[in-house]
């Protein structure tokens, strides 16, 4: 039997689609995202507060970046953050051509190389996303096409594997990683919930390997052994559509959780008054510092 884990609520955001958790482990905040609110979060848990910056659009993900601020993927393209000011620096947009196509969650290798995927916001999504790679230099490379929901994204200790999940497929498959060049190849199923519960969305790794991955319409977020296949612990959410988890606070030893309001009843909604928002949990292992974007 998985290990039972319990999460609480640390803040009461109400977002409508909060994603994205990310730590800064140089600033000690957490960066999150509500993507249709259009709204890059910054959290510091040692005072409670939480800031928002209305970026004017949907926006898929963000991550630290190495030069300051953080970089975003948005409905147009990778931008550059500017978190004092609220200045956005759009870098590329490689869909301009897909007016009904947005960024979803990405994340940055051990490289610094900036990964996020997309989708069409409309009812005929099914492969109509791709995945794309930024690069410190600039330079935009599509790697990966017909997806439908692109998701979470992380990376083995030794860099040798990509874990990905597209999340109508209800599969993490893991591609062969090359990191000194960013290529990807041979993906292979390494966990795959057909009967649910719920979808694979969010994804993060921790120190000993471990994918933590949460499940939309599933009530939980579950910790995965790749090698195995097998569910190691499960944390029971007090709300119906986690989306993403990532270890943060001084120790990374706490697990964030972001969680969605949207596309709920009112009915639902009041038998889970805080979904939309952030929870913690404890799991007893510890994440890893978040690779920043090198450019
Ligand atoms: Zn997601």
């Not at 140089?26 to 040692?46: C, E, N, T």
């Not at 471990?210 to 007090?238: F, H, K, N, S």
């Not at 559509?241 to 606070?249: H, Q, S």
């Amino acid at each position: 039997m998985p290990k039972q884990i319990s999460a609480e609520l640390i803040l009461d955001a109400k977002a409508t689609l909060g994603e994205g958790p990310i730590w800064d482990v140089r600033r000690q905040v957490l960066y999150w995202v509500d993507i249709s609110a259009g709204k890059v979060h910054i959290f510091d848990p040692a005072t409670g507060h939480d800031r928002a910056i209305d970026v004017g659009q949907p926006v898929g993900t963000v991550v630290p970046r190495r030069s300051g601020g953080v970089m975003v993927a948005l409905r147009d393209g990778f931008a550059a953050l500017d978190l004092e000011t609220g200045a956005l620096t759009m870098i590329a947009d490689p869909e301009a051509h897909l007016p009904l196509n947005r960024f979803n969650d990405g994340k940055c290798d051990p490289a610094g190389r900036f990964w996020a995927g997309t989708m069409r916001q409309a009812e005929d999504r099914a492969g109509a996303g791709s995945l794309y790679r930024l690069d410190p230099d600039g330079s935009v490379h599509k790697m990966w096409d017909k997806i439908t929901v692109s998701n979470g994204i992380a990376w083995s200790l030794d860099a040798r594997t990509m874990y990905y999940i597209d999340t109508p497929t209800r599969m993490v498959v893991a591609f062969e990683y090359d990191l000194a060049t960013g290529a990807i190849a041979n993906p292979r199923p390494v966990i795959h919930t057909p009967d649910g519960p719920g979808f694979p969305d969010g994804m993060t790794i921790d120190a000993e390997g471990m994918l933590w991955v949460a499940y939309w319409d599933g009530w939980r977020v579950v910790r995965w052994d790749p090698a195995t296949g097998q569910a190691l612990a499960v944390i029971e959410m007090p709300v119906q559509r986690p989306t993403a988890a990532w270890f943060g606070g001084p120790n990374l030893d706490e697990l964030y959780i972001t969680s969605a309001r949207t596309g709920l009843s009112e009915e639902a909604l009041a038998q889970q008054p805080h979904a939309g928002g952030l929870f913690v949990a404890r799991p007893g292992v510890r994440g890893l510092p978040a690779f920043e974007f090198a450019g």
